[in-house]
């Protein structure tokens, strides 16, 4: 079945510092998302990508989607302590089922 | 407009009691997806529900556990006979359009379950 893999599983930096996540599939996707889960939380949206080689922009966070969409990343332009939690990478299968295959997620700590 | 709705938050069950997670979507939603999630871990898909239909359930286990989202009410995760190892956060979400890969899902606050 479809494998949605996350590295690094842990990333701890300095505040100030950047950080990447990395997201492959088995499958190629029809879409990726991204969510973030705070401690004690739950994963909260963040944003999909649809397109090819598509990139999107929030603020100090850079998403991009592979061009044959089996992989995407999520960097982090000088982190914050606000940027902890985990990052987790959601993809559906192209002609699948409906069902979103999480990754396991990349923990980010930073220190201040 | 309220978020995703669980209840209850924290559950403790003794093996072999029965468990019943509620889950209420997002006003306007009817698209539910059950999750369980284990400390460290990611989260593994377990049922897609629509108003009074399972869409997809491959990722529920075949014994112990059931789902329904019933025309009028929450949709709710039943385990049977628990286990210990069934202790995990359960965590629902909704979605607004047909085909939930595509829309972005709005998270519950989970149900944390302990079997004890």
């Known amino acids: 079945g479809q494998q949605v893999m996350q590295i690094p599983q842990y990333q701890h930096v300095q505040e100030g510092e950047d950080f990447t996540t990395y997201c492959n599939s088995s499958?190629?996707?029809?879409?990726i998302q991204w969510y973030k889960q705070r401690p004690g939380g739950h994963p909260v949206f963040l944003i999909q990508?649809?397109?090819?080689?598509e990139v999107k922009k929030q603020k100090r966070l850079t998403f991009q989607f592979g061009e044959a969409k089996k992989n995407s990343s999520l960097h982090i332009t000088a982190t914050q302590t606000t940027d902890v939690g985990t990052y987790f990478c959601?993809?559906?299968?192209?002609?699948?089922?409906?069902?979103?295959?999480f990754g396991k997620g990349t923990k980010l700590t930073v220190n201040p | 407009n309220a978020g995703v709705m669980q209840n209850p938050r924290h559950l403790v069950r003794r093996r072999g009691q029965e468990a019943r997670l509620r889950c209420s979507p997002m006003?306007?939603?009817?698209?539910v997806y059950w999750y369980r999630q284990l400390p460290e871990e990611g989260l593994k898909f377990m049922v897609y529900?629509?108003?009074?239909?399972?869409?997809?359930e491959s990722g529920m286990p075949k014994e112990r556990f059931s789902a329904e989202f019933p025309k009028e009410g929450p949709s709710i995760l039943r385990i049977q006979q628990v286990v210990r190892g069934d202790s995990a956060a359960y965590f629902c979400?909704?979605?607004?359009?047909?085909?939930?890969?595509?829309?972005?899902?709005?998270f519950g606050p989970g149900t944390r379950l302990t079997v004890t």
């Open positions: 499958t190629t996707l029809s879409n």
């Open positions: 959601a993809g559906k299968a192209q002609g699948g089922s409906e069902k979103l295959v």
């Open positions: 979400a909704s979605s607004p359009f047909t085909g939930g890969g595509l829309s972005e899902q709005y």
């Open positions: 990508l649809v397109k090819s080689g």
């Open positions: 529900l629509q108003k009074e239909n399972i869409i997809d």
């Open positions: 006003k306007g939603h009817s698209h």
